[in-house]
């Protein structure tokens, strides 16, 4: 079993920064890979960025591309998401995930954790 507990969301005007958080308990992770999703009203939960735990490869939706930056912390069992030039559609809830597998995928049902999620606003 695994917890997964988020922080950091907030309201930010275009053009600035947020960093999210989210802190893992419960079991080791060595072959877990962790994500962010974002769920904006009225649309589908989509992936937003993925890192795989031992290794640290990372993906990304081309919308975030250059603008933000996943990384996890190993020693804090933590994982981040960095969002630089925010924009106001990248306004939505917030979800960090993990799955049993080394492979970041973008289907929601391949994941088997999930944290309750952060609001994010971008105002413009």
């Known amino acids: 079993q695994v917890q997964l507990a988020e922080s950091g969301g907030g309201l930010v005007q275009a053009g600035g920064s947020l960093r999210l958080s989210c802190a893992a308990s419960?079991?080791?992770?060595?072959?877990?890979?962790m994500s962010w999703f974002r769920q904006a009203p009225g649309k589908e939960r989509e992936l937003v960025a993925g890192?795989?735990?031992?290794?640290?490869?990372?993906t990304y939706a081309d919308s975030v591309k250059g603008r933000f930056t996943i990384s996890r912390d190993r020693v804090k069992n933590t994982v981040y998401l960095q969002m630089n030039i925010l924009k106001p559609e990248d306004t939505a809830v917030y979800y960090c995930?993990?799955?049993?597998?080394?492979?970041?995928?973008?289907?929601?049902?391949?994941?088997?954790?999930w944290g309750q999620g952060t609001q994010v606003t971008v105002s413009s």
């Open positions: 890192i795989t735990w031992s290794v640290g490869s990372t």
């Open positions: 419960g079991r080791t992770f060595s072959r877990l890979t």
């Open positions: 995930a993990a799955r049993q597998g080394l492979v970041v995928t973008s289907s929601t049902g391949l994941y088997d954790y």
